[in-house]
Nanobody
Framework: EVQLQAFGGGLVQPGGSLRLSCVGS????????MSWLRQIPGKGFEWISD???????RLATFARGRFIISRDNAKNMVYLQISNLGPADTAVYHC????????????????WGPGTQVTVSS
């Protein structure tokens, strides 16, 4: 059974930073494309970034300059570093996985974790 668990969220003041982590099990982690997506209250899922099995990365336009994705295949971990957080970043952040290429479409991901809440507020 594939399991993904994201953690590292919390309450952050505007301008702050966070590092989200996601650990995977039950899948060939090094061969999977790993992605971070978020769900803003009242809205659907929004793709943020992904990293493929070759270590290549892509970033949504809104995330450039503030979000950095990375992975450690030896630990089955994928990370999302976020800086200069603002209230618009308040969301539940999920990691997701699929074999093959990553995708900006949430429906293309076969495996999802339950997400970690990030709240940006003073």
């Amino acid at each position: 059974e594939v399991q993904l668990q994201a953690f590292g969220g919390g309450l952050v003041q505007p301008g702050g930073s966070l590092r989200l982590s996601c650990v995977g099990s039950g899948l060939s982690f090094s061969g999977a494309a790993m992605s971070w997506l978020r769900q803003i209250p009242g809205k659907g899922f929004e793709w943020i970034s992904d990293t493929d099995s070759n270590g290549g990365t892509r970033l949504a336009t809104f995330a450039r300059g503030r979000f950095i994705i990375s992975r450690d295949n030896a630990k089955n971990m994928v990370y999302l570093q976020i800086s200069n957080l603002g209230p618009a970043d308040t969301a539940v952040y999920h990691c997701a996985a699929t074999y093959g290429l990553g995708s900006i479409r949430p429906s293309d991901y076969n495996y999802w974790g339950p997400g970690t809440q990030v709240t940006v507020s003073s």
